[in-house]
């Protein structure tokens, strides 16, 4: 924490003292107190010189009355305005203002504690930590440059340089505790910078940093380093797709394996409310090693509150994995809705093998590409 303004008095007022603390002594900090305007004066005085006391004040109290935000949003209004304050005058480390700066975009980005869903200010927000250099702020403001959003176009260049700040930022950590830094890598490969693809590629194909080589891995991070390359110079554009691999005895292999699970599921449906019957087509990912199943949901009779015609025109969908504990992706859709009731795919997270871990989507079209890819690798 910077050191406060000298000419500031940190001290909590007796006055203030008298105006929050409990007969018992303690500061009471929760959502049903009406904040008196003397506890105010002292937040607004104090918080923007760097004073300890009322930093943790104003955080606790933001925290706490987010539900109340929504019904009394001038009281939110106020509260951000002085940590807004607090922000432009540089006091508090980097802890305080990257936790602030994250919760509140995060509520602009929900529609959350009264304000609008607004993911221009949000990403503003989200900013403003970076311009102090917090560590947080730096690496999320990368992230918003390297996807682009709402007010935001995507911008490599700046993604790249705003990484390699943070990535300088932690050197010192990254060097004692290297499994953080091959995480660090994974995460940022995932999300499409093609240095720290290119960066797996080589602690792959050396083994470094605890990592056995493993060449197999190296090929797919190359082709992932590749592919985010072509990304980066093409505008934001997708590669080209690759050549479908030719079909072989692993693919009729796959055919044989999957069909105890498609049987396993239609019977556990048959023995629910909504008997199904699924029709598929298989491929073995060769990317996962793994066998794959893109099924459509075919309910006799249909499903309670839907009609045949209904059922046929946007059919359930669903991807299984041979060996995988739970569906890799399924897609139902609502009826009553323009999104769907349940979407969600498995992000493929490759490291040296590949774990599954769920990520939303928002359409068909979005569950679509994610099978597309799969049935295709």
């Known amino acids: 924490m910077a050191a406060p303004t000298q000419s500031v008095d940190c001290a909590m007022p007796a006055e203030v003292k008298a105006a929050i603390v409990s007969p018992g002594g303690v500061i009471q900090l929760n959502a049903q107190r009406v904040w008196p305007e003397v506890w105010w004066s002292w937040i607004e005085t104090t918080a ?8 943790d004040h104003l955080k606790l109290f933001y925290i706490q009355n987010t539900e109340r935000f929504a019904k009394e949003p001038a009281l939110g209004q106020r509260a951000r305005q002085v940590i807004s304050q607090v922000l432009d005058h540089g006091h508090p480390d980097d802890q305080w203002s990257d936790f602030m700066v994250r919760t509140i975009a995060s509520q602009y980005r929900r529609g959350e504690a009264g304000l609008p869903k607004d993911a221009a200010e949000a990403v503003r927000w989200n900013l ?27 911008d490599d260049l700046k993604a790249e340089q705003l990484l390699q700040q943070y990535l300088a930022s932690q050197r010192d950590f990254y060097e004692k505790h290297p499994e953080h830094a091959l995480d660090s890598m994974y995460g940022h490969a995932e999300a499409g910078f093609s240095s720290q693809a290119f960066r797996l590629v080589e602690v792959f194909s050396k083994g470094l940093l605890g990592v056995k080589p493993n060449p197999e891995a190296a090929s797919r991070w190359k082709r992932v380093a590749e592919d985010a390359r072509w990304t980066e110079t093409h505008n934001g554009e997708a590669p080209p797709q690759r050549p479908a691999p030719k079909p072989d005895g692993r693919d ?23 008997p199904v019957r699924l029709t598929y087509t298989t491929h073995f990912n060769r990317k996962l090693k793994l066998c794959l199943a893109s099924a459509v949901f075919h ?49 493929i997270r490759l490291r040296e093998d590949f774990e599954l871990r769920d990520a939303s989507c928002e359409s068909l079209a979005d569950y679509q590409r994610f099978v597309d890819w799969a049935m295709r690798e």
């Open 48 to 55: 923007s010189s760097g004073c300890e006391r009322s930093l």
């Open 128 to 154: 403003r930590s970076a311009e102090r250099n917090g560590v947080v702020g730096v690496d999320n403001a990368a992230l918003i440059y390297k996807q682009g959003t709402t007010g935001v176009p995507r």
């Open 252 to 274: 009729a292999q796959c055919a044989i394996d999957v069909q105890p699970e498609i049987a396993a599921f239609e019977e556990k449906q048959a023995k629910g409310m909504s």
């Open 299 to 347: 309910f006799d009779p249909p499903r309670p509150g839907f009609t045949a015609e209904e059922m046929g025109k946007e059919p359930s969908r669903m991807l299984l994995g041979v060996g995988v504990k739970g569906d890799v992706a399924i897609y139902l859709p609502s009826r009553s809705q323009p999104t769907p009731f349940h979407c969600r795919t498995r992000s």
